[in-house]
């Protein structure tokens, strides 16, 4: 998709919604005997998450873990959509949809992996990681330059951010 197309799609969003391993975090997870310890998260993300919301666009989590480091995580950063848990991304995508009133066409979504493939050809606006796996780069409409967990979630909100400030 060439760079006029992509900053159409970029202009109609409203609401981000990303998957967390492999965007939000690198993908690893330190785990000690009582189980998950510790995720590490980008402090250029969560800023991209707040220039997101300058702007009047939602930001939300869509994640297949229930991990209570994405749950404190979500609450630092004030996201209003937060989906723990979630096996089912489409139906969850739709589900959003149908309470929002949001259009697909006004939803952007980044994900890594081939439990986001369906989702990344629903929204209006595909990404996707640096470090993505092939499935998730087929699909995307946008590859960020950088890897999960190192700021791709702000490239996508800058990349946003500038489509819609084009023109007013």
């Known amino acids: 998709m060439n760079l006029a197309d992509l900053t159409a799609r970029a202009r109609r969003i409203r609401l981000v919604l990303t998957d967390c391993d492999g965007v939000l975090t690198d993908g690893g997870v330190y785990y000690g005997e009582h189980g998950e310890v510790l995720k590490r998260f980008s402090i ?18 869509m994640t297949g873990e229930v991990s209570p480091s994405v749950r404190t995580r979500a ?15 489409p139906a969850c995508l739709r589900e959003i ?20 493939v ?9 990404a996707c990681p640096g470090d993505a796996t092939t499935f998730a780069r087929a699909v995307a409409d946008f590859h960020c330059q950088t890897p999960g967990g190192y700021g791709c979630f702000r490239e996508l909100a800058e990349f946003i951010i500038a489509a ?5």
């Open 75 to 89: 609450a630092k950063l004030k996201i209003e959509e937060l989906h723990l848990g979630i096996k089912d991304k």
């Open 164 to 168: 819609q400030a084009v023109n007013g």
């Open 118 to 126: 369906e989702i990344l050809g629903m929204v209006g606006f595909s």
């Open 44 to 61: 250029r993300d969560g800023m991209g998450v707040e220039r997101l919301r300058a702007q009047g666009i939602i930001s939300g989590i």
């Open 97 to 116: 949809m149908a309470r929002t009133g949001f259009k697909a066409e006004e939803i952007a979504f980044i994900g890594d992996d081939t439990n986001d």
